[in-house]
């Protein structure tokens, strides 16, 4: 846990009961992004998704999970964040993101 606090800033981390995996949560995409990154983790064989979608609201909506092995701790990463559509693109907003945090 320590590691992915020093390289992070999650904004929950939860042990599961069966003692070897985690739940990490992130507000922005880029920031579970850089996390992976930044701990190595990124790689071609990586598990990992993306989605989009509209709540029955209309606010569009943006999600990526990943599922690396951090020191013999299955991660359970995940990262929501609601898009607005008119200003800047989401990948944009990402890469942005991405920028200030590194």
């Known amino acids: 846990m320590a590691e992915i606090l020093l390289l992070a800033d999650p904004t929950e981390i939860r042990t599961h009961t069966d003692g070897v995996s985690l739940a990490v949560s992130f507000d922005r995409i880029a920031e579970l992004r850089s996390w992976l990154h930044l701990a190595g983790l990124n790689s071609p064989d990586l598990l990992s998704s993306e989605h989009t979608d509209t709540?029955?609201?209309?606010?569009?909506?943006?999600?990526?999970?990943?599922?690396?092995?951090?020191?013999?701790?299955?991660?359970?990463?995940?990262?929501?964040?609601?898009?607005?559509?008119?200003?800047?693109?989401?990948?944009?907003?990402?890469?942005?993101?991405a920028l200030a945090v590194a």
């Open 55 to 97: 709540d029955d609201d209309g606010r569009h909506w943006q999600v990526m999970t990943a599922y690396p092995t951090v020191h013999g701790w299955k991660v359970y990463a995940h990262a929501k964040e609601y898009t607005t559509g008119g200003d800047l693109d989401p990948t944009t907003v990402d890469r942005l993101a």
